[in-house]
């Protein structure tokens, strides 16, 4: 059983560049969430799911955006990286709101932006 | 906005030590979770707590939650290297609905 699963692992950009991670689960959850996590910063909201086709902003979303298009898959993307984007990203999901259910992480994803 | 306050930032120990780890929120949760982050690793879920007062304990760790439902602690008894990682609580985030997550305690232990 996979559950939570993030590609690539670990990612070098430069500035200016874009890219999208993605995220796939196989618990058929129905909330799915991306963080980052910076050093003595814990773990910040982007972007999350509430379902298939729908998306919402976290606490952080400036720079970044996602989409739903599938159940099972979320997508985050960096039009333009900048160096302040350099972090480990966690995808994660949970069978309803984050609220009552635990969150599942995959392994995270290290990005660094030169 | 709602802030989810932990402390210390840090706690090394000698191994046998005991460790707590206090979470402080600016409003009151209907519930609170712990996490537990091993070095290079992704947060894990470790429990829930809903009722105000109510303390669970999984082996050596011990979870409270306050009267007030406003903060919440872990306890670990006689600490092992199998302890060592990032210990975040996570309270719910209002009006959103999600998560607010601690800047977590790094536990070290030292043999």
């Known amino acids: 059983n996979a559950g939570v699963t993030q590609t690539p692992k670990f990612r070098v950009l430069k500035t200016g560049q874009s890219m999208t991670l993605l995220c796939a689960q196989d618990?058929?959850?129905?909330?799915m969430y991306w963080y980052r996590q910076d050093p003595g910063m814990g773990l910040r909201l982007i972007h999350y799911?509430?379902?298939?086709?729908?998306?919402a902003k976290g606490e952080v979303p400036d720079g970044y955006n996602v989409s739903r298009l599938k159940k099972q898959n979320f997508l985050l993307g960096l039009e333009s990286a900048a160096p302040s984007q350099t972090s480990v990203y966690f995808c994660?999901?949970?069978?309803?709101?984050?609220?009552?259910?635990?969150?599942?992480f995959g392994d995270g994803t290290r990005l660094s932006i030169l | 906005g709602q802030q989810v306050m932990q402390i210390p930032q840090y706690q090394h120990v000698q191994e046998g030590e005991d460790f707590t780890t206090y979470c402080n929120s600016s409003?009151?949760?209907?519930?609170i979770q712990w996490y537990k982050q091993r070095p290079g690793g992704h947060p894990v879920f470790l429990i829930q707590?809903?009722?105000?007062?109510e303390v669970k304990k999984q082996k050596r760790l011990t979870f409270q939650f306050g009267e007030a439902k406003k903060n919440s602690s872990l306890h670990i008894t006689a600490t092992q290297t199998t302890d060592v990682g990032t210990y975040f609580c996570?309270?719910?985030?209002?009006?959103?609905?999600?998560?607010?997550f601690g800047k977590g305690t790094k536990l070290s232990v030292k043999p």
């Open positions: 994660a999901s949970s069978r309803r709101t984050g609220t009552n259910q635990p969150q599942h």
């Open positions: 618990m058929n959850h129905e909330y």
């Open positions: 799911s509430v379902g298939e086709g729908t998306t």
């Open positions: 409003t009151t949760l209907s519930n």
């Open positions: 707590l809903v009722k105000s007062g």
């Open positions: 996570a309270g719910d985030g209002g009006s959103q609905g999600n998560l607010i």
